[in-house]
């Protein structure tokens, strides 16, 4: 049974490995973890992941991780694991008609973090730091530094601008910009068009601003000098042609910070997820849009809330928009009878 499901696993890691190479490592720590627990099961592959395979497995697994990993050191790990996990049992195991309805009930596995931490009693994390939302000054400093330094044409400056004013706008989350091809944009309909990865059949294509259009047309005719160039290629990739990561943005972090603003990219992505919020797109809409997870989107809307009593100083204005919104509802006009 160990051989198969180890099979099983790392051909389902090599398919993702282009969009999800972190989670190579979390699938091999898997592995070894069920071969250490089950190394004498007698039973075949199916019996194990419909009957036998638990939650239990899927916190002691984690755990595993978290204590013999050198470089895990936040509690993020424990939600990238879970997410891994999460993603295994979709897209690999129920795929193959493995059907565990005890597992099922519980999916995503995010819901298990809890029990993960208080086994781990936080001995081998430290908590995640605090990433605050940047505030409206801060992200005029972001796009006031871009429009003055615009004129420098380079493709690499282009491309951060694209990216950062991407995120002030639609807060997505680095991974979602990533993987963007060059067809996901349609410069005539400007339109951006989301893969989505969350529900099948459904599409999100968001109306771009004129001036992005502009840029990441400019950019994409930079792109096309190269004699490789393709539809099919990533739209954002670092000079030497690798997938970017967050360095990205350092320099222009670095130019617009000051002592009272600590600028990061999420910082930056909650700044437009707090205005969507603000808008009145629910929180199932945003993770869509953006790609976050609940734990981000959650603390934006926490902080809405918070910025709502302090600009109503009492809660008569906060009260009487509830109620007003609540009294739109036709349920509510059913019980006046």
């Known amino acids: ?20 190479a972190t989670y190579s490592a979390i699938y091999v720590s898997f592995v070894e973890y069920i071969k250490e627990q089950y190394t004498d099961y007698e039973y075949s592959l199916e019996y194990f992941l419909e009957h036998d395979f638990s939650r239990r497995d899927i916190i002691k697994s984690c755990i595993r991780y978290i204590q013999n990993s050198a470089k895990v050191k936040k509690e993020t790990a424990i939600d990238k694991y879970l997410n891994a996990m999460t993603k295994l049992y979709e897209e690999c195991i129920s795929k193959k008609h493995f059907n565990n309805r005890n597992l099922f009930a519980i999916l995503p596995f995010g819901s298990l973090k809890s029990e993960v931490k208080e086994q781990l009693k936080d001995n081998y994390l430290k908590e995640k730091e605090a990433l605050e939302a940047i505030n409206d000054k801060d992200a005029d400093k972001i796009l006031n530094y871009l429009t003055q330094n615009k004129t420098k044409g380079k493709v690499v400056f282009l491309r951060n601008s694209i990216l950062l004013k991407l995120i002030i706008l639609y807060g997505f989350k680095l991974e979602r910009l990533k993987y963007m091809v060059v067809e996901d944009v349609d410069l005539d309909k400007h339109i951006l068009n989301i893969r989505n990865t ?12 004129f001036g992005i259009v502009q840029e990441i047309r400019s950019y994409i005719e930079l792109l ?17 042609k690798k997938i970017i990561d967050s360095s990205f943005a350092q320099t222009i972090i670095e130019n617009i910070k000051d002592t009272s ?21 629910n929180k199932a809409n945003i993770k869509l849009i953006t790609g976050m997870q609940d734990i981000i989107v959650d603390d934006c809307e926490k902080k809405f809330l918070e910025q709502q ?6 809660t008569v204005i906060l009260n009487r928009d509830i109620n007003k ?13």
């Open 325 to 337: 919104k609540i009294r739109g509802i036709e349920t509510f006009d059913k019980l006046l009878e």
């Open 198 to 209: 969350i529900y099948d059949g459904i599409s999100i294509q968001l109306e771009l601003p």
């Open 261 to 281: 603003c600590n600028v990061t990219l999420t910082g930056i992505a909650k700044f437009a997820i707090i205005n969507m919020i603000r808008e009145g797109i």
């Open 309 to 314: 009593f302090q600009e109503a100083n009492d």
């Open 1 to 20: 049974m160990t051989n198969l499901l180890e099979e099983m696993v790392l051909d389902f890691s090599n398919e993702i490995k282009d969009n999800f």
């Open 224 to 240: 096309k000098k190269d004699i490789e160039f393709s539809s099919s290629q990533f739209l954002f990739l670092s000079s030497n």
